[in-house]
């Protein structure tokens, strides 16, 4: 590898590690798992009595060409949930995790054998809470050396993995949407089509959305797309405001 390009490399991802942390000092606003319980509590709809919590591991790389890219599953075909669904590497949390980025990395170790102290976390971004009375964590990691990763997945849980870059889940391109409804709410699902090796991917739902609000973190800027996210991501009691407006 040349020696001026990995400099380059290097560089390029310190700033976005330090561009990163900033925002996280800025805009973090922690909810903490008490905190979540209310929020769902305050708002009497017919989801889950059972509060869980998980994260998922958004692991950004730099490619060949310099691009930002992040990795992602292929979940396998025999799993009883989200089988053959696109994913990033991601689970619920454990009683022996310490906090959510723990979570994340110990799901990428067991799911696609990346070690956890290849990666250095630099942002844990707002929860997002699903319909299933799920809570989950986006934690964003780089993997300054993508060499040093050799892909092993644990085939009871993964099919493949691959990676994309993540520019694309700003752009109008290779995308649609469809409208969805809940509880008199419409909003917007997002579906992206992604070719890489041969294989066709498509990256939907909360998978997409989490990569959308990460690329726009990363970029600075909004997608080429209205969005028009779930309001319940955001939390139930902000559905309930939303309702009695």
């Known amino acids: 590898m040349d020696s001026n390009n990995s400099g380059d490399r290097s560089e390029r991802l310190e700033t976005l590690v330090q561009r990163l942390r900033l925002y996280n000092e800025r805009h973090q606003n922690p909810v903490t798992e008490r905190e979540a319980v209310d929020s769902q509590d305050s708002y009497s709809v017919a989801v889950s009595s059972t509060k869980k919590r998980a994260a ?6 730099e490619g060949n060409d310099g691009d930002l890219r992040v990795f992602l599953t292929k979940r396998s075909s025999n ?5 053959g669904e696109v994913a990033l590497p991601g689970g619920k949390r454990e009683e022996n995790d310490a906090d959510d980025a723990g979570t994340a990395l110990r799901e990428a170790k067991e799911e696609i054998g990346l070690d956890p102290s290849l990666v250095n976390v630099v942002t844990i971004l707002d929860p997002i809470f699903t319909k299933n009375g799920i809570i989950v964590v986006p934690v964003i990691g780089i993997l300054p050396d993508r060499n040093s990763f050799i892909p092993a997945p644990n085939t009871a849980e993964v099919d493949a993995i691959f990676d994309a870059p993540l520019e694309m889940f700003l752009k109008d391109e290779n995308r649609r949407a469809e409208e969805r409804e809940w509880m008199g709410y419409k909003y917007l699902l997002h579906f992206f089509n992604y070719e890489a090796e ?4 498509v990256i939907w739902a909360l ?9 726009s973190v990363v970029y600075q800027c909004p997608p080429a797309f209205q969005e028009r996210r779930p309001k319940f991501w ?5 559905l309930a405001n939303h309702n009695n407006t």
């Open 198 to 201: 041969g294989n066709k991917y």
């Open 207 to 215: 998978t997409a959305g989490i990569l959308i609000n990460v690329a």
């Open 79 to 83: 799993l009883s949930s989200h089988s």
């Open 56 to 61: 998922v591991l958004v692991c950004l790389f």
């Open 234 to 238: 955001s939390g139930l009691e902000s």
